[in-house]
């Protein structure tokens, strides 16, 4: 088992920036990837980035060069550094975990308005 939680959402102005964390426990030796999805209101849950446990990066067009995925081993936790925020970035983040299967973590909201 694995367990998650995210954390950094909040509020920010378009061009701004936030940082989300997540914080793996449990059989963390088991986690091949790590990544990140988002799901704004009325749609449908999307892939963002992910990250393998050997640094391998891959993004998701619409935040390519904006947003960058990194982790920790140390600390057991996975980073999604976002700038350039837009309106349309505005979603519940969840963090997910690759492992026999996949788990998740209960999501943080980010929005993006003047």
């Known amino acids: 088992q694995v367990q998650l939680v995210e954390s950094g959402g909040g509020l920010v102005q378009p061009g701004g920036s936030l940082r989300l964390s997540c914080v793996a426990s449990?059989?963390?030796?088991?986690?091949?990837?790590m990544s990140w999805y988002r799901q704004a209101p009325g749609k449908e849950r999307e892939y963002v980035a992910q990250i393998t446990a050997t640094g391998f990066r891959h993004y998701a067009d619409s935040v390519k060069g904006r947003f960058t995925i990194s982790r920790d081993n140390a600390k057991n936790t996975s980073y999604l550094q976002m700038s350039n925020l837009k309106p349309d970035d505005t979603a519940v983040y969840y963090c997910?975990?690759?492992?026999?299967?996949?788990?998740w973590g209960q999501g943080t909201q980010v929005t993006v308005s003047s």
């Open positions: 449990g059989s963390i030796s088991t986690i091949r990837v």
């Open positions: 997910c975990a690759v492992s026999a299967r996949n788990y």
